[in-house]
């Protein structure tokens, strides 16, 4: 009987202990799957972080609200951009409904760089994905002053941009800058400035660039390895550009500051001849209609990044701009 009792307690004693190890083997693996579902989140959300997608559009000053807004959702829904700089948000009220409907403070995706003071300060904005980036520093420069010249006065010119933090990698960061340039060129369109009928005009271009440089040229000292990109439309067409060469146009200018466009980088303007980021209605006369005009330039600035693609959005657009879409990878 003795005997019975000392089987029944040591097989007790076994089961017990079989299942100790039972729920230990259960809790490991529970640690374990917990361990990598964590350290998955984190490579997914890095591998996020590694790419931007970068999208500069000209609205169009005389388009209305609701046109802009759905330009804008467009883009959104096609491309999905990291950051949006925009151009020609000259009206107010017209910008603040746009704000209002992509960049509220409650429940949009998007917040927004966009500083009062009317004219070309106001209407150059910056959107960033709230989920991706959180704002820094940001800033406006005026680059030249207003003039007088043909009969009209011409507004003075200005540089708008932010320093974002990449909330996924805080080791990262991007600087994004926005301009609209006036066109300096005649209708043929040969790539050089009309000094002879407009030198009012091609000075005030020549010392916006100068000064945008110069900011690159601070950044490139003062925050390194933060990636710089440069948007906007500079009404100069990169297809002849990139053949003249004009020391104060978009290629020769960013060269000096080791910057390269979108349409530098990639077979887009190869591949592509016939398109444009321009589409004037009514077309203007003898005027190609294959100006590639609207750029994303980036200056690496010591950051392991490069361009993985150009592209333009052109349907269903409101605009006499098409969207450019730039993307971009960390190594």
């Known amino acids: 009987m003795r005997k019975t009792k000392k089987i029944t307690k040591v097989r007790i004693q076994k089961q017990r202990s079989q299942k100790r190890l039972f729920a230990g083997v259960m809790v490991s693996l529970l640690i374990a799957a917990t361990a990598y579902q964590v350290v998955n989140q984190r490579i997914s959300a890095s591998s996020n972080a590694a790419s931007i997608r970068m999208v500069t559009y000209n609205v169009l000053i005389s388009t209305t609200s609701k046109q802009t807004i759905s330009d804008i959702k467009r883009i959104v829904s096609l491309k999905d951009p990291d950051v949006i700089s925009l151009q020609e948000l000259y009206q107010h009220g017209k910008r603040n409904e746009v704000l209002k409907a992509i960049a509220c403070n409650d429940g949009c995706a998007y917040e927004a760089y966009a500083p009062n003071g009317g004219g070309a300060k106001e209407e ?73 009928k407009m030198p009012k005009r091609v000075a005030a271009y020549k010392q916006h660039m100068q000064k945008v440089n110069e ?84 200056v690496k600035n010591g950051a392991a990044i490069d361009i993985t693609g150009s592209s333009i959005i052109s349907k269903q657009m409101h605009s006499d701009h098409n969207a450019v879409v730039a993307s971009y990878k960390y190594q």
């Not at 994905?129 to 006065?153: C, Q, V």
């Not at 550009?241 to 104060?248: G, H, M, Q, W």
């Not at 190869?270 to 209605?281: F, G, Q, R």
Request: aromatic share 12%.
């Open 215 to 298: 900011k690159i040229s601070f950044w490139n000292t003062n925050c390194q390895n933060a990636a710089i990109f440069i948007t906007g439309d500079y009404n100069v067409n990169y297809r002849k550009d990139s053949k003249v060469k004009v020391s104060f146009f978009p290629y020769a200018s960013f060269a000096k500051v080791d910057g390269h466009s979108n349409w530098q980088t990639t077979p887009f303007a190869t591949n592509h001849p016939k398109a444009t980021t321009l589409v004037p209605s009514p077309p203007i006369p003898g005027q190609p209609k294959n100006r590639l005009i609207d750029y994303v330039f980036l």
């Open 124 to 196: 150059l904005v910056i959107l960033w994905k709230r989920s991706h980036y959180s704002l820094d520093t940001s800033g406006s420069i005026k680059t030249a002053d207003g003039w007088n010249e043909l009969g009209r006065h011409h507004g003075a010119l200005y540089f708008n941009f932010v320093k974002l933090n990449d909330i996924t990698s805080p080791e990262r960061q991007i600087i994004v800058g926005t301009n609209h340039l006036p066109s300096l060129v005649d209708r043929d369109d040969d790539g050089r400035p009309n000094w002879k």
